[in-house]
Structure formats: C-alpha cells, structure tokens
C-alpha cells in the first residue's frame, strides 16, 4: 500500500494573482508559465485563480511558489491526507 501525497489549499486566489504580477525577480509571470514551471495544466492554474479548484499535490504547490519566489506557506495551507478524510494530526504538546 502506498502512502498518498499530502495536499495544499489555496486559501486566497487574489493573494496568487497580486504575487503573479510581481515575483521574488520582480517581473510577471504567466498563468502558463506557471503551469509548466508545476507541471499543471493552464486550466487547472487558471481554475485555481478563480476559486473553481483550491487543492494541488506537495509537490505542485512548492513549485509554483518557488516560480512565484515565495515561501510554500505564503500561499497555500496543508490540506490533511489525499484522501480527504480528515483534518492533519496535531502532535502532542
């Protein structure tokens, strides 16, 4: 049995359009651009600008917010398992 990818969630899509218009370089990046940059498709990035999808993998979300040239956390919250079938466990205090 394997274990599934972790998810994130883009908790706001403005936030991701703003830093698009101005990356870590200083210069815009496309909707396209960060589609092969994550290996995404142009309409799953552009679905993820208007709300339509909020969840990528891992490994998707570092890459666009390397792409971007912020830190993963700046755009996206983990999501809990793959699966879907509950929150994240919280370590013990």
């Not at 793959?82 to 370590?91: E, H, K, N, S, W």
């Amino acid at each position: 049995m394997t274990t599934p990818s972790p998810t994130y969630r883009l908790p706001d899509p403005d936030l991701m359009r703003t830093l698009m218009r101005r990356t870590g370089t200083g210069a815009p990046v496309s909707i396209r651009e960060l589609a092969a940059a994550s290996g995404l498709s142009h309409g799953t990035v552009g679905n993820l600008l208007t709300g339509v999808t909020s969840s990528v993998s891992a490994d998707a979300a570092h890459a666009i917010a390397d792409r971007i040239g912020v830190d993963v956390l700046v755009l996206w919250v983990p999501a809990g398992r793959a699966t879907g079938d509950g929150p994240l466990l919280q370590a013990a205090a």
